[in-house]
C-alpha cells in the first residue's frame, strides 16, 4: 500500500477512520484557507509511505480529533478499538510540548518520553504531524513560527534523527532553518546555488564511470545516484570551515547500491583501485554501525579532474534504513493464504535498537530540577553521537565531546567514582580527552578512589555530572573530619630558667595562636606539649626547625589531629 487511495480501498478500519475524521472536522479551516482535515490526510499519507500499519494510518487520521473537535477518546476506543485510541491519546498527550515555559515543557517532555517508551508508533504520527505542520508554516503568525521552529530543530528534527529517519530528520532541519536563521538563509541561497549545480554536472559526468568499472569486475549494481547536501546540514558544516564551500567534498555525494554486505566492500576495493582514496576519510558505518542504526560505507577519493568526491556504498536494506529508520523495521506478517491489508500484523525487526528509549524513560526520572532535566535532556539524547568500545569489544554510545568519565560512568557509576586514569587506543591519555567514534577506552580504577570536582569542569554528559556531584556530596562529611584541625608540638627540654618564655615567643612571633601549653616533669628530661590550630606542612616544618634551633631545647616532635 503506497499511498491513502490505496489504503483506503484495502482496509476498511482506515476507511472509517477517514468518514470519521472527516466529519469531525467539518467546516474548520486551516491558516492557510485550506479545510482543516487535509493536515489530518498529510499526516496519513506520511505514515503509510513509511509503511506502518493501519491502526497507525487510523491513529493519523484522527491524532487531532479529540483536540480540536467535540469527539472524545471514549467516542475514538468505542469506534476503533483500544489500540487506535492509545495511539490517539499519545500523540494528543505529546502534542502538548510547547517551546516555552521550562515548567510547562519538562513536565510535557516526560510525557512525551513516557509515550515514546510505551509505543513508537505514537511519536511517528507525531513525527508525520509536525511534518506537514513544518511545510504549511508559511501561515502562521511570524512569531509563532520562529518559537514551532525552534521546537522543531531541537526536539523533533534530532528524535527523527535517532530513530534511524535521516530524510525526515534533514526535511525538518531544512524547513526550519530559514525562520530561525533568515539573514544565513538568504546568504546560502545567494552563494551555494551555482556550486551546486556545478557539483551535480560532475557527478552526473562520474557516475557512468564508476558504473562501467564495478560491471567490467562482474559487480551487479541495483542503482547509483546522487544526493545533495542539505542547506542546514551544509551551513553547519560551513561554520566549521570558515564559510570555506571548497573544503566541502561532499555537496553532492554519489550513492551505489549493491546487492550484499560483501557487495559493498568489494565495490569500495574496485573504486579505490581505480580512484585513490583520501587517506583517513573512509568511513565503515557497516561494521560500526551509527547509534541510530544507520549503515554504509564512506569514503573520498580523488575523482576526475583531480576532484575530491564522497561515495557512499550500501544495500537496497541500508538505503531504506537510513531514509525510513525505524519505521523500515516493521515487517508485515500475513495471515498464510491471504493477502488482506487488514490481517497484517506489525512487529520490530530488531528491538536492541529501541533500548536507548527504555534507558531514556529510566533516566529521566533522576532528574528533580527542570531546568537541569530539559538541559540534560538535550545533551544526552539530542546531539551528534560517537561510538567508543570497551577492551571487550562492547560499544558504548556517547554524545560528542564526552571524555573517559563520560565513558566510565556509562558503564558503571563505581567504575566512574574510581576512575584514576584512561588509556585510549592502548595509549594513556588525560582524563579530560575528547574522544572519537571507534575508540577503544579502557578505564584505570582505584579502589577507595572519590572523583574530583575539577572533572565537573569537562564532563559532557549529565549522567557523569549527577553522579559526581552525588559522590562529592557524600564524601563531604567524610573528608571534613579527616581535615586536621589542631597541631600538637611536643619538646623535650633542659631545665632552664625563662626556657618556656622563649618557646612562646617563637610561635607568637610566627602569628600563631596558641591553644594550650602543658608541662611534664620527669627523671630524665622535662617534656613541653603546645596546641595550635593546624598549619601547612611547609609551616609547620618551619615552625619546628626554629623550635630546635632554641637553647635548652633537645628534641621537636608533632602530630595533626
Known amino acids: 500500500m503506497k499511498n491513502l487511495n490505496e489504503a483506503l480501498k484495502k482496509s476498511d478500519l482506515i476507511k472509517k477512520a477517514y468518514d470519521?475524521?472527516?466529519?469531525?472536522?467539518?467546516?474548520?479551516?486551516?491558516?492557510?484557507?485550506?479545510?482543516?482535515?487535509n493536515h489530518c490526510i498529510a499526516a496519513a499519507e506520511s505514515v503509510i509511505e513509511w509503511g506502518l500499519d493501519e491502526q497507525t494510518a487510523a491513529a493519523a487520521l484522527l491524532h487531532d480529533a479529540v483536540e480540536d473537535t467535540d469527539r472524545t477518546l471514549d467516542d475514538i476506543r468505542k469506534n476503533f478499538g483500544d489500540d487506535v485510541a492509545f495511539l490517539v491519546d499519545g500523540v494528543t498527550k505529546v502534542g502538548k510540548v510547547k517551546y516555552r515555559g521550562i515548567e510547562a515543557k519538562v513536565e510535557n517532555l516526560r510525557k512525551f518520553i513516557l509515550y515514546l517508551s510505551k509505543d513508537i508508533r505514537v511519536i511517528l504520527v507525531k513525527l508525520a504531524d509536525r511534518l506537514h505542520n513544518m511545510r504549511t508554516l508559511y501561515a502562521v503568525h511570524p512569531q509563532k513560527q520562529k518559537r514551532i521552529a525552534l521546537e522543531t530543530t531541537e526536539i523533533y528534527a534530532p528524535l527523527a534523527y535517532r530513530l534511524g529517519m535521516q530524510k525526515l530528520s534533514?526535511?525538518?532541519?531544512?524547513?526550519?532553518?530559514?525562520?530561525?536563521?533568515p539573514q544565513e538563509y538568504k546568504w546560502l541561497m545567494t552563494n551555494i546555488r551555482g556550486r551546486y549545480e556545478e557539483r551535480e554536472k560532475y557527478s552526473q559526468k562520474f557516475k557512468p564511470l564508476i558504473?562501467?568499472?564495478?560491471?567490467?569486475?562482474?559487480?551487479?549494481?541495483?542503482?547509483i545516484d546522487s544526493r545533495a547536501k542539505r542547506y542546514s546540514s551544509l551551513y553547519k558544516k560551513l561554520l566549521r570551515y570558515d564559510m570555506n564551500i571548497d573544503h566541502i567534498y561532499d555537496l553532492v555525494a554519489i550513492r551505489a547500491l549493491v546487492p550484499s554486505i560483501e557487495d559493498c566492500?568489494?565495490?569500495?576495493?574496485?573504486?579505490?583501485?581505480?580512484?585513490?582514496?583520501?587517506?583517513?576519510?573512509?568511513?565503515?558505518?557497516?561494521?560500526?554501525?551509527?547509534?541510530?542504526?544507520?549503515?554504509?560505507?564512506?569514503?573520498?577519493?580523488?575523482?576526475?579532474?583531480?576532484?575530491?568526491?564522497?561515495i557512499q556504498i550500501r544495500t537496497p536494506q541500508m538505503h531504506d534504513e537510513a531514509e525510513n529508520g525505524i519505521a523500515a523495521h516493521f515487517a508485515y506478517q500475513r495471515t498464510k493464504g491471504t493477502k488482506n491489508y487488514i490481517e497484517r500484523r506489525v512487529s520490530l525487526a530488531n528491538k536492541k535498537e529501541l533500548m536507548w528509549i527504555k534507558q531514556l524513560k529510566n533516566w529521566q526520572n533522576e532528574f528533580t530540577g527542570t531546568e537541569e532535566f530539559l538541559q540534560s535532556l538535550k545533551i544526552d539524547f539530542f546531539k551528534d553521537r560517537i561510538l567508543a568500545l570497551t577492551p571487550k569489544g562492547e560499544v558504548i554510545d556517547l554524545p560528542a565531546g564526552a571524555t573517559p568519565v563520560d565513558f566510565a560512568y556509562q558503564i558503571h557509576s563505581q567504575v566512574g567514582n574510581r576512575c584514576v586514569g584512561a588509556k585510549i587506543n592502548n595509549r594513556i591519555t588525560p582524563l579530560d580527552s575528547k574522544l572519537q567514534s571507534g575508540?577503544?577506552?579502557?578505564?584505570?580504577?582505584?579502589?577507595?578512589?572519590?572523583?574530583?570536582?575539577?572533572?565537573?569542569?569537562?564532563?559532557?554528559?549529565?549522567?557523569?555530572?549527577?553522579?559526581?556531584?552525588?559522590?562529592?556530596?557524600?564524601?563531604?562529611?567524610?573528608?571534613?573530619?579527616?581535615?586536621?584541625?589542631k597541631l600538637e608540638f611536643k619538646l623535650t627540654v633542659e631545665n632552664g630558667i625563662g626556657l618556656l618564655r622563649n618557646i612562646t615567643q617563637v610561635i607568637s612571633r610566627s602569628h600563631i595562636d596558641i591553644k594550650s601549653v602543658n608541662t611534664q616533669e620527669n627523671s630524665k628530661s622535662p617534656i613541653v606539649r603546645l596546641v595550635i590550630n593546624a598549619l601547612p606542612k611547609n609551616k609547620t616544618e618551619k615552625l619546628s626547625t626554629k623550635l630546635k634551633n632554641l637553647k635548652g631545647v633537645k628534641e621537636v616532635s608533632y602530630r595533626s589531629f
Open 265 to 310: 566492500y568489494a565495490a569500495m576495493g574496485i573504486i579505490h583501485k581505480n580512484w585513490p582514496p583520501v587517506p583517513g576519510r573512509i568511513k565503515d558505518y557497516i561494521a560500526l554501525p551509527k547509534p541510530n542504526g544507520y549503515r554504509s560505507l564512506h569514503t573520498v577519493v580523488f575523482g576526475p579532474d583531480e576532484k575530491l568526491t564522497e
Open 439 to 485: 575508540d577503544v577506552v579502557e578505564i584505570i580504577v582505584q579502589k577507595n578512589k572519590n572523583p574530583s570536582a575539577s572533572w565537573l569542569n569537562f564532563v559532557k554528559t549529565s549522567h557523569a555530572r549527577n553522579h559526581i556531584k552525588i559522590a562529592i556530596k557524600n564524601n563531604k562529611t567524610s573528608l571534613i573530619k579527616k581535615v586536621p584541625q
Open 20 to 37: 470519521f475524521g472527516k466529519e469531525a472536522h467539518r467546516g474548520q479551516k486551516r491558516k492557510n484557507g485550506e479545510p482543516y482535515f
Open 211 to 223: 558504473e562501467k568499472v564495478l560491471q567490467e569486475n562482474d559487480m551487479d549494481i541495483i542503482g
Open 170 to 181: 534533514g526535511e525538518l532541519e531544512d524547513l526550519a532553518f530559514p525562520y530561525i536563521y
